[in-house]
C-alpha cells in the first residue's frame, strides 16, 4: 500500500468556520456531562468524526491536516487498513487472556526482538498507559537495587499516575497534590536555548552531564545513591527538546560507573518518530530499561510495556500485575504497525519529511519577530514562540493564537514546552510530502497573519 492512499488528498477542507454548530453542540454535551479536566477540546474546539491516514473530519464535515496524531499515537496513521485487519481477525478469536501465552502476544514479542538492540532481551506489559509503564520500569529498577532515590530531569513528561507524576517535573500537574513519592531529585536537562547555568552551547562543555556527575560524587550533594534515573532521549511535552551530542553518552557512562540503572522513556519520540527506531539510537547508547506505549498500540489501541537487561529480570511472579495486561487485540495492532514500519521504512520517511519541514521553519528563525528557535528530529519538531527575541520571552498566548488560526485553516498542532509557548508537530509518519507542505505553509501563514496584527 502507497502512503498517498492512507490520507484525504484533497484536505484541508474547511466547509465551516470551526468550530461548527454540530461540533458545538457535542462540545456542549461534553462540557455538561464529563468531567472538568477535559482538555484538548478547550484549545482545538471540535469534535471528531473521523480519521484517515494523516488526516481528520470533525463532525461538520471539515478535514484537517493532522499536526498531531493523539500526541503521537497515530504513527502509522488513523484507520491504518493493514492494522485493522489484524484488529479484526483477533477480534474474531478472543480479546483478553491477562499474562497467559498466546498466539497474538508471541507475535508482538517477536517483532518487538526484531527492532530491539540486541543487549535488551526481556519485554513484560503491563496496565494499557505509558504511566502504567513508567511505574513498572520504577518498581523492577528499586526491586534490583534495592534503593529509593530516583533522579529524573527538568522538562520531563512521564505520566499522571503517583510514581510517574512524581518524575514529571512539571509543578503545574502537582499543585494541591503534594506530597509526590519522596526522594525524587530533578536535574537540569541540556535545554540549550535556555541553559540553567547560562552557558552558549559552543562553549558549555556539557555543563549539565557535569552537574549530573557531580550531584552522585559529591557526599554533600543531599542525594544518596539513587535506584534508577529517568530520561527523555528527546524531551517531548517539554517543548521538543533534543540533547546536543555527548550528553546522553555522558548519562550512559556515569550510570555505569555507579551502577544506577538507565530508564529511557520512548513512549513519546520511539518508533520511528524522530527518524530512527528508537531515539536512544541517535546517541549510540542503550538503557538498562525502556519505557515503551503510544505508538506501540498502532491505531491507538491501549498498550505499554518496557523491555530490559535480562540480569534485571529477577523478580517473582505476580511482583507486578494488571487485569489489561492481556489485551490480545493491542497485541494484535501492535505487531502489524511495527511491521508495517520497518517494511514501509517509516525511519527513513520521517527523517527525510523532517528534513523538509525543517527547511521550511528555518528561516523564521532569522526573519520572524516571534520565533525564537526551531528544532528538533524526523518528524517531532518544536518551535519556540516569544514576545521578545532578545529577551527570550516566552509567549504562551501567542502560541495559542497560532494554534487557533491554524485550526481555523484546516491544520491540528499542540502547544506545550516549559512556559506554554512551544508550538509541538507530531505529524502521523505516513503523512506525504504534499500534505506536509501544505500544514507548514498554513502554519507559515498563520505565524504572518498573527505578525502583522500584533
Known amino acids: 500500500m502507497k502512503l498517498n492512499e492512507l490520507s484525504h488528498k484533497n484536505a484541508p477542507v474547511i466547509k465551516i468556520s470551526p468550530p461548527g454548530p454540530k461540533s458545538k453542540e457535542y462540545i456542549d454535551y461534553q462540557i455538561a456531562k464529563e468531567g472538568a479536566s477535559v482538555s484538548y477540546p478547550k484549545g482545538l474546539p471540535m469534535a471528531i468524526q473521523s480519521g484517515k491516514g494523516a488526516t481528520i473530519e470533525d463532525v461538520d464535515g471539515n478535514v484537517y491536516i493532522d499536526f498531531f496524531a493523539g500526541a503521537g499515537v497515530m504513527a502509522v496513521g488513523h484507520s491504518n487498513p493493514i492494522v485493522i485487519e489484524s484488529v479484526l481477525q483477533q477480534l474474531k478469536d478472543f480479546t483478553h487472556a491477562l499474562d497467559f501465552p498466546n498466539p497474538a502476544k508471541r507475535s508482538l514479542v517477536e517483532t518487538l526482538f526484531t527492532i530491539l538492540p540486541s543487549p535488551i532481551e526481556k519485554v513484560f506489559f503491563g496496565g494499557p498507559t505509558g504511566s502504567d509503564a513508567v511505574e513498572t520500569a520504577i518498581k523492577l ?28 517535573s512539571d509543578c503545574g500537574h502537582k499543585n494541591n497534590l503534594m506530597p509526590m513519592l519522596p526522594e525524587v531529585h530533578f536535574v537540569p536537562f ?100 525502556i519505557v515503551l506505549s503510544k505508538a506501540l498500540g498502532g491505531i491507538g489501541l491501549p498498550i505499554s510495556g518496557i523491555a530490559y537487561k535480562a540480569n534485571l529480570d529477577n523478580w517473582q511472579p505476580g511482583t507486578h500485575i494488571g487485569t489489561y495486561r492481556g489485551n490480545t487485540v493491542a497485541y494484535a495492532a501492535g505487531s502489524a504497525a511495527i511491521r508495517f514500519m520497518v517494511e514501509n521504512k517509516l525511519a527513513r520517511h520521517s527523517e527525510q519529511m523532517g528534513n523538509i519541514m525543517l527547511s521550511m521553519f528555518k528561516d523564521l528563525e532569522s526573519n520572524s519577530e516571534i520565533i525564537g528557535e526551531v528544532r528538533g528530529k524526523g518528524l517531532m519538531i518544536g518551535i519556540e514562540i516569544v514576545s521578545d527575541k532578545a529577551q527570550k520571552t516566552p509567549s504562551a498566548a501567542l502560541a495559542k493564537q497560532i494554534r487557533t488560526v491554524c485550526h481555523q485553516n484546516g491544520l491540528l498542532v499542540e502547544i506545550g514546552g516549559h512556559y506554554g509557548n512551544v508550538v509541538r508537530f507530531l505529524p502521523p509518519l505516513v503523512i506525504t510530502e504534499n500534505l506536509l507542505k501544505k500544514g507548514a505553509q498554513i502554519f507559515l501563514d498563520a505565524v504572518r497573519k498573527i505578525e502583522i496584527n500584533r
Open 141 to 168: 529498577a528499586k526491586f534490583n537495587t534495592g534503593r529509593f532515590p530516583i533522579l529524573a530531569f527538568e522538562g520531563g513528561y512521564h505520566g499522571m499516575t503517583a510514581g510517574a507524576l512524581s518524575v514529571t
Open 190 to 289: 541540556p535545554y540549550c536555548y535556555r541553559c540553567a547555568f547560562g552557558k552558549e552551547v559552543k562553549t558549555c562543555e556539557l555543563q549539565c552531564a557535569k552537574y549530573f556527575e557531580h550531584v552522585l560524587e559529591d557526599p554533600h550533594s543531599g542525594v544518596t545513591k539513587p535506584s534508577c534515573v529517568i530520561i527523555e532521549a528527546i524531551q517531548g511535552e517539554g517543548g521538543t527538546i533534543v540533547p546536543p551530542d555527548g550528553f546522553l553518552q555522558k548519562i550512559r557512562e556515569v550510570c555505569d560507573r555507579y551502577g544506577i540503572i538507565m530508564i529511557v522513556d520512548e513512549i513519546q519520540s520511539g518508533f520511528c518518530r524522530t527518524g530512527k527506531m528508537f531515539s536512544f539510537e541517535h546517541y549510540e547508547i542503550v538503557p538498562d530499561i
